[in-house]
């Protein structure tokens, strides 16, 4: 015998979609982008249904609610849709889950930050530049880290579009510059650039680390 039907919000076509842009297919509460569905709650449970009311949460966030809610993001969600595009941008192959499984086996089977085996703790594939941001599937673009580390990263503070490891917030680019910056105050970036060559090699196409702000606050590494 079966229990009741879950109750579900009654979500306004535009208020679905104001939400879908703000949350760009991400939990709200952890900020990991779920593959699957996430699922809209209200904030208030009195309030009402429209966006500044409504939370997208994901299935780990939102295990313990027993509150109404309705589903938020399909499996043509933005980022699926954006996903596509950005593959047939770069003329790539999308990540099946055989390419998934290929690529972790291709790495050597595990996290590429802590070296931890998969036998040892779940392995996820991570993108260096965010399918959000423009990012697509291809090979030079794709990371396998375990559970923990794929948590522990987070887009760089000065904007850049790379990635920044907890709670450093920087990624290595931006903050070598800084460093660089401070050791030759007297020096422009492009006379330290000019200096160290090699440090250009590093960078992909079209990528430069942006400059820290004076006021930006630095989490100690």
């Not at 297919?25 to 990991?32: D, L, R, V």
């Not at 780990?60 to 941008?89: F, Q």
Request: proline share 9%; glycine share 8%; with cysteine.
């Amino acid at each position: 015998m079966t229990g009741p039907e879950p109750r579900r919000v009654a979500i306004a076509p535009g208020v679905r979609a104001t939400v879908e842009l703000r949350c760009g297919a991400a939990c709200e509460s952890c900020g990991f982008a779920w593959p699957w569905s996430l699922d809209l709650f209200r904030v208030r449970e009195d309030g009402p249904n429209n966006a500044a009311n409504l939370i997208a949460l994901c299935p780990r966030c939102s295990g313990d609610r027993l509150d109404p809610s309705t589903p938020l993001v399909a499996r043509r969600g933005l980022r699926e849709r954006m996903r596509s595009a950005n593959n047939m941008r770069a003329a790539v192959q999308p990540l099946t889950p055989a390419r998934r499984r290929a690529l972790i086996a291709s790495r050597g089977g595990c996290c590429e930050t802590c070296g931890i085996p998969g036998g040892q703790r779940a392995l996820e594939v991570h993108h260096k530049l965010a399918v959000l941001q423009g990012g697509h599937d291809g090979e030079d673009n794709l990371q396998v880290l375990c559970f923990a580390c794929h948590r522990q990263v987070q887009p760089c503070m000065t904007g850049c579009g790379a990635w920044a490891r907890k709670p450093r917030q920087l990624c290595r680019h931006c903050l070598t510059r800084k460093l660089l910056e401070d050791l030759t105050p007297e020096a422009t970036w492009e006379e330290i650039k000019a200096r160290y060559p090699s440090l250009v090699a590093q960078w992909r196409p079209g990528y430069e680390p942006n400059a820290v702000s004076g006021s930006m606050h630095l989490s100690p590494p």
